[in-house]
Structure formats: structure tokens, C-alpha cells
């Protein structure tokens, strides 16, 4: 029997290659490959129609739109609070955008930032809150946008991980005065890079296009200090392509999960951490927290199943605090951050994309069962 090839937390989805050929022959003709091409204004406006948004702004990837959502709310020389368990790119993005990140520990059941945490960090210097929607899982968005109204605080979410995500009726896009998709290629959706920002209103949206091309207006105009930002035609012809295909995509994603939990459920320490309950999840990652009662630490499966050439991930260790560029940072010191201390040493982010054949799946299963 062949061996296995390795197997990773994750594979990216690519559409049939027929379907992106006529897209690219598109672009050929044209000859316009960025610059807000017809191909770029073809995807926004099918990924508004999609979401179930009005103002999209796309980006050449999440960690720029989030610099720019940030410059956009006039953080400069001030503080945002956000959360330490997150992919580093959040806090890059504060201190591209001239602002110290202030670190507040995490609800304990959804890993997402807790509101009375952020209250607690709000200062004078406080420019904005940027909080996580992790693993896809939902911010207590009532919770924090009642303090950021109460402070007059602008409301920006990295909501890299939650495309498609609703809360209810309505996106969770909608939440906030600005969210900020990632379209990379681990990602649910993926235009190999990518990524959009996601305004409450049209103004703010032709002030991140702006800020995305440089800050220009016109040929002769420019008006604020902006970056070079903008998605190319290219990109924006795969996510047309992906877009068909998003809903089966998840849809496979979300039977992997109820597997998972399934076989998962009834094993001493090993606890599920977003669980296959309902239509508002996209199953982006299925992250599992090792608890005491497990017979071995989270680091000793990891390079257990590592021997079998599988590679789950650690997500997120360390904590964006313990990172030599912000650890000495008031915020960052380990015991006003003890709940996200302790998730980031139990945390395991296992396999999980749409191709994942079911007798691949289950030697992962096996493997998290046995003792």
C-alpha cells in the first residue's frame, strides 16, 4: 500500500481549473491587471451580494486592510486594545497603524476577548478596540460594542476567521464600524491572497479606497498617506471562481467537525472548543483544548502525531504578549492575561479542510483517543 503524503491542519480549496481559464482570458484581453479592474469591481460586488454587505472594499491581503481600517479611525500615537490570542498579525497591524497594542485577557469559553477585560483597559490614550472573532466563533459583539459606545471608542474587528458567519439574521460583518476579512489561502474562502474591509457606510468606504491607492483622488489629488494595498486582477478572478463552490466547501467542513465532536465527546480532557451547533459556523479550524484530565500534555500529542506525518498546529502559541517586540509591554505580563496563559499551553488546532478523506480523519480520531 502507498503511504500516506503528510498530512496538514489544512489544504487549501482551489475551484476547477476550467472554470478560473476563462477568467484569466478575460484579463489577458483587457490587459488590466490591478488598478481597480473589472474583474476586481465584478468580485466586490459579488462577495457584498454573498455576505449580505453593503460597503466592500477589497485588499490585497487582511493584515494591510486592518493597518488601513486602523489609519482610517485615527489611532496614531494612542492605544487599542485588543486580545492576545490571535495570529501576530494583530498587533503587527496596530503598531503599522502608529498605536501600542494593549493586551486583554479572554472569555474562557470562547477564547474572543471579554468585554469586562476591555472595560478594564480603557484610558485616556484608548483609540480603538480590535477585537478577534477566533476560530470563527463570534465576539460577544453586544457586550463590546455597548463599551465602545459608552466611551465614544471606534469598534474594529479582525474577523479574519469568519466568513459567512451570521449571528441570527444578519452577518456579523455588520457589527462593529469596520470588519476585516482574510482571504489567504488557509483560509474557508481563498483568493490564494486576499482580502476585504467591510464599512458601515459609503464615505468610509471610499476612504479605505483611497488609503488603498496611495491616498489618491485623481490624477492630480492626493489627499491623505495611504498604501499600495489593492488586490490584482488575478485575485479577484480566483474568488470568483471559489465563490460557487464556498457553501459545499463548508458544508464538508462542518461534517468533519461533527465527526470529530462525535467521537470526541466522551474522552476524558479533550474539549471541543467551537462545537457543530448551527448554521452560523463556517468550521474554519477545530481546535481542541487538552485539559489535566487528559493522560498527557497538549506538546507530547503533538509530536505523537507528528510521528504518523500528521501536523496539527498550536494555534495560538505563543501568545501575540510573549513576542520580543511586546512582551515588556504593561499589558503583556502573564498574570493579567492568566485565562489566555493557560488556553495557548492546552490548545490543539487538528486537521480540518474540505478534502479530508474520512479514513484520514479517523486516524487523527485514533490517535487523539489513544492510550
Known sequence: MAKRRPLFVSRPYLPPLTEVLPLLEEIWDSRQLSNNGPMAQRFEAAIGQYLGVDHVSLVANASLGLVLALMQHGVADGEV???PFS???TGHAIRWAGATPVFADIDPQT???DPAQVERQITAQTRAILPVHTFGTPCDVVGLEAIAKRHNIPLIYDAAHAFGIRDGAQSILAHGDMSVLSFHATKVFNTFEGGAVIARSREAKLAIDRLCNFGIVDETQVVSIGLNAKMSEFNAAIGLAQLPHVDAAIAARAAIARRYAKHFKDIAGVHCV???NGSG????AFPILLTDAYHEDRDALNARLKTHDIFARRYFYPLI??????RDLPSANPARLSIAKRVTSQILCLPIFPELGRDDQMEVIDLVCAR
Open 81 to 83: 486594545i485588543t486580545t
Open 87 to 89: 495570529f501576530v498579525a
Open 111 to 113: 477564547l474572543n476577548l
Open 274 to 276: 467551537c462545537m457543530p
Open 281 to 284: 459556523k463556517n468550521y474554519y
Open 321 to 326: 504578549s510573549d513576542f520580543p517586540m511586546y
